[in-house]
């Protein structure tokens, strides 16, 4: 019996084994199937969650449509016309046009499209630039007997700046105003930083120069017998005619790269977009813009020119310096396109940066505007992206803000001795355009969200001027 009952045990130990292997396989079964139908369906949500974010980003059509109010004497003109003029004044002064007060303004008061406000913002930038530049031609650099322009500084940068502008216009055209928004964003409140802690740099070095000055003064007056009179020099001109202020081979370069990549520009209007010849005039105006670039940077590397106004300070340049120079260039003008800013928004503190002077800074990053603000409003013409009778008046209002700006602040600079004044004026203006734009572009990211308007990428083959 103990025989049987011992087997009887196994028997049974066996069976429950058994039972629960099958049991436990079983139910290994049941899960690999939940997993598996688990996976696929975590394979339909991952490929659902793509195509939402593909249809939310590309659509492969234009969602844009201008918005162009009616041109009357308002309280917005009034509003718009006092905004818009201590834009330009303080835009030209800092050397970064004001775009970033033009397109709130143009905007918020106005009702253009955010579009349609970078577009007339150009040209707004333009007619201060021109002013801006008929000023300054007449002015000489504060301390050296040459122009307060640096024509070598301007043709290493310009030729990439017209060339960044055709990008950036491109740019406009497809990118999403929130993409938009929140590269202002990021770039303004960077390049204001870095303009804000330059300045404080420079207001300390003139304060000890001033009191270096009076010191000396005072030692002088304080020993009659050892002090002497330094030997009377000339007096340095502050202004002199036009044309004996500028540098014809440099402007000449100038003017044939501007000229060059217009003729490519109007030579598109007449091609299909996105069609063989419409792609051959885009591509055809890099080497025009990498020549006139290379060609005064390998002149600076070689040492056969040199960036006159930093007086003796000679600079020895290196070859990945200026390539990355270049490449800020074009930056600085797919900036200018894109956001319908001047690019003197990020030449201005580059070129405090290498260590030019803030008049000279301001001057020469006013000249590249011209240039390429120029060039972004007959894009934007061809694009027919900004009315013409509004654009004309705030161009005028542009213009006179431009020149009068430039007197007064002068003025102030001689009468305090503090060119730093013009540096914090550009980091105020940076500033202020980061608040104000960033602000109109969350509030038009939110409205869009809300009434769930399309946010992506638009067809730059699709759109229709």
């Known amino acids: 019996m103990m025989g049987k009952s011992g087997l009887m045990k196994i028997v049974l130990l066996n069976a429950l084994f058994v039972g629960s292997f099958l049991l436990f396989v079983s139910a290994n079964q049941e899960t690999v199937k939940e997993i598996a139908v688990t996976e696929i369906d975590i ?19 234009s969602g844009y449509v201008h918005v162009w109010p009616e041109m009357k004497f308002g309280w917005e003109i009034i509003v718009g016309s006092v905004i818009g003029f201590c834009g330009a004044a303080f835009g030209s002064v800092g050397g970064v046009g004001g775009g970033g007060i033009f397109v709130p303004m143009l905007t918020l008061i106005i009702g253009f499209d955010s579009k349609s406000s970078t577009a007339i913002s150009k040209c707004m930038i333009m007619g201060a630039a021109v002013s801006t530049v008929y000023y300054n031609l007449r002015q000489r650099h504060p301390t050296l007997e040459m122009p307060v322009i640096d024509y070598d500084l301007a043709l290493l940068f310009q030729p990439m ?17 929130w993409m938009i928004t929140v590269l202002l964003i990021i770039l303004f409140i960077f390049t204001s930083t870095k303009a804000f802690l330059r300045g404080v740099d420079t207001w300390k070095k003139e304060t000890i120069m001033k009191k270096e000055a009076a010191q000396r003064i005072t030692d002088g007056n304080g020993h009659g017998g050892d002090y002497k009179a330094l030997p009377a020099v000339p007096a340095k001109r502050e202004t002199v005619p036009i044309m004996e202020n500028v540098h014809w081979p440099q402007v000449g370069v100038l003017c044939s790269v501007w000229l060059a990549i217009l003729g490519l520009e ?4 007449y091609t299909s977009t996105c069609s063989i010849g419409y792609w051959a005039t885009n591509i055809l105006q890099i080497p025009v813009a990498v020549g006139a670039s290379g060609y005064e940077a390998y ?24 390539v990355l120079y270049c490449l800020v ?63 004309a008046y705030f161009v005028a209002v542009a213009t006179f803000a431009a020149f009068v700006g430039q007197v007064l602040v002068r003025r ?6 503090r060119a730093s004044l013009i540096i ?22 939110i409205y869009k969200f809300q009434h769930n308007e399309y946010m992506g990428f638009d067809s730059l083959c699709t759109y229709e001027a």
């Open 329 to 391: 260039g074009m930056a600085a003008g797919m900036v200018g396109g894109l956001l319908g800013l001047g690019g003197g928004f990020i030449l201005g503190p580059l070129f405090l940066e290498i260590g030019i002077i803030p008049q000279v800074s301001s001057a020469t990053a006013t000249f590249a505007m011209m240039f390429s603000s120029s060039m972004s409003v007959i894009e934007y013409y061809l694009l027919n992206r900004f009315p013409v009778p509004y654009a």
């Open 424 to 445: 914090f004026i550009l980091a105020f203006t940076i500033f202020v355009s980061a608040i104000s734009l960033g602000g109109v572009g969350i509030s038009n990211m």
């Open 412 to 417: 102030l600079i001689a009468i305090l001795g």
């Open 266 to 269: 109007i030579a598109q209007k």
């Open 43 to 61: 394979e339909q949500v991952e490929v659902s969650f793509l195509n939402k974010v593909v249809n939310f980003l590309w659509q492969g059509k």
């Open 161 to 177: 700046l017209v060339l960044g502008i055709s990008i950036g216009v491109a740019f406009n055209v497809i990118f999403a105003d």
């Open 299 to 322: 002149m600076l590397y070689t040492g056969k020119r040199r960036l006159t106004s930093r007086g003796d300070a000679e600079m020895k340049w290196k070859v990945h310096q200026l």
